[in-house]
T-cell receptor, first 112, second 115 residues
Framework: QQQVKQSPQSLIVQKGGISIINCAYE??????FPWYQQFPGKGPALLIA?????SEKKEGRFTISFNKSAKQFSLHIMDSQPGDSATYFC???????????FGTGTKLQVIP | DSGVTQTPKHLITATGQRVTLRCSPR?????VYWYQQSLDQGLQFLIQ???????AKGNILERFSAQQFPDLHSELNLSSLELGDSALYFC??????????????FGEGSRLTVL
């Protein structure tokens, strides 16, 4: 019940295209859904996050769509750029002492 | 720069040996988390400490142990090392529940190679 399932495992998108990564969860106690971006040789860093009281959050080219009834959320990267090439992790957590569960990661490659 | 410091950055050792990885959290953060990331794998949660106390345990092997000290830095001890322990070990920190933002701040990791 603590799992967060992420797909696809890898993704190749042409420059200017839309990258879409999907995640699903089971635990309805999760109340915070962040996405982390990790470049090679670096630690993950928070990219964007959403709480379940909203269905969409947009920051620049990055948008999270959240479907509470389906227990699914997704990351859309509009106008994808080569600099977006990285591994993306979805995650989910509960309040209190912040147990964070990560998805398995999606390796995104944006080709020119 | 996340403000989380991990040492050493790289470590090469032999099977059967013991190593200690160190983490200094961001100033003011009370929670420390340890994650293991194997080649092309996701982030496996190992253990979490909050203000010196163990708060949550994940898939941490019995050969591994951790602690958080009064100055809030944390150490992850890996013993009787096996080839399969070769991985990138990340430390992350976050605020206490009272200042919960949900964000984890990750260090740059300690890359352990067991030969």
């Amino acid at each position: 019940q603590q799992q967060v399932k992420q797909s696809p495992q890898s993704l190749i998108v042409q420059k200017g295209g839309i990258s879409i990564i999907n995640c699903a969860y089971e635990n309805t106690a999760f109340d915070y859904f962040p996405w982390y971006q990790q470049f090679p040789g670096k630690g993950p860093a928070l990219l964007i996050a959403i709480r379940p009281d909203v269905s969409e959050k947009k920051e620049g080219r990055f948008t999270i769509s959240f479907n509470k009834s389906a227990k699914q959320f997704s990351l859309h990267i509009m106008d994808s750029q080569p600099g977006d090439s990285a591994t993306y992790f979805c995650a989910a957590s509960t309040g209190g002492y912040q147990k964070v569960t990560f998805g398995t990661g999606t390796k995104l490659q944006v080709i020119p | 720069d996340s403000g989380v410091t991990q040492t050493p950055k790289h470590l090469i050792t032999a099977t059967g040996q013991r190593v200690t990885l160190r983490c200094s959290p961001r100033s003011g953060d009370l929670s420390v988390y340890w994650y293991q990331q194997s080649l092309d794998q996701g982030l496996q949660f190992l253990i979490q400490y909050y203000n010196g106390e163990e708060r949550a345990k994940g898939n941490i092997l019995e050969r591994f142990s951790a602690q958080q000290f009064p100055d809030l830095h944390s150490e992850l001890n890996l013993s009787s090392l096996e080839l399969g322990d070769s991985a990138l070990y990340f430390c992350a920190s976050s605020l206490a529940a009272g200042g919960y933002t949900g964000e984890l701040f990750f260090g740059e990791g300690s890359r352990l190679t067991v030969l």
